[in-house]
């Protein structure tokens, strides 16, 4: 059975970064991409970016090019999201997301918590 | 404002047919890109509902199905149950954007 393992949560100060981890696990295949995925309190879904690790290029959504960054160390299997600058409006749940490719999510994790206050 | 919209909210009583319709535009949905459902429900990740237009992952009740047709896409679910009550959301491709795009999700009530 597949699983995406995420570590809680996290608070953060405004100007400050966040890195939150995903490490998938059962079932995956050489060339699963990860996405990362956020959902604001109330709000819906939103593609951050996704990259599939061996591979190594990871995409990004227009809106958070130049302060995101999504990496992969293929000897943990373990995928990451960095977000720079945080400002109130990044609280959110942080999802990651397994797909055959990177514009489909056939497998979440449980999501990150991150909240970003002074 | 989503670049796919859906109607905010649908109802219907246990065992009605509802529909709900992802409306898109000639950058996205009507490109030709794939569209995917997704179901979440309160506290929960969103689950793969259907993917790439029509075809529903292994465990996904018969009840659920997609359609595309041009700009749009829909989602009906027959035989309606109080488990179906959740916020469902279509997601699909963008090439302005270049990226991965959902609607703003509907909620269904199950009356």
């Known amino acids: 059975q597949v699983q995406l393992v995420q570590p809680g949560a996290e608070v953060k100060k405004p100007g400050s970064s966040v890195r939150v981890t995903c490490k998938p696990s059962g079932g995956t295949r050489s060339t699963d991409a990860i996405s990362w995925v956020r959902q604001a309190p109330g709000q819906g879904p939103e593609w951050m970016g996704g990259i599939i690790p061996v591979f190594g290029s990871p995409s990004y959504a227009q809106k958070f090019q130049g302060r995101v960054m999504i990496a992969a160390d293929e000897s943990t299997g373990t995928v990451y999201l960095e977000l720079r600058s945080l400002k109130s409006e990044d609280t959110a749940v942080y999802y990651c997301a397994r797909g055959w490719e990177v514009t489909v999510f056939d497998y979440w994790g449980q999501g990150a918590l991150v909240t970003v206050s002074s | 404002q989503s670049v796919l919209t859906q109607p905010p909210s649908v109802s219907g009583a246990p065992g009605q047919r509802v529909t709900i319709s992802c409306t898109g535009s000639t950058s996205n949905i009507g490109a030709g890109y794939d569209v995917h459902w997704y179901q979440q429900l309160p506290g929960t990740a969103p689950k793969l509902l259907i993917y790439?237009?029509?075809n529903r992952p292994s465990g996904v009740p018969d009840r659920f199905s997609g359609s595309k047709s041009g700009t749009s896409a829909s989602l009906a679910i027959t035989g309606l149950q109080a488990e179906d009550e959740a916020d469902y959301y279509c997601?699909?491709?963008?090439?302005?954007?270049?990226?991965?795009?959902f609607g703003g999700g509907t909620k269904l009530t199950v009356l």
């Open positions: 997601q699909s491709y963008d090439r302005s954007l270049s990226g991965v795009i």
């Open positions: 790439t237009n029509t």
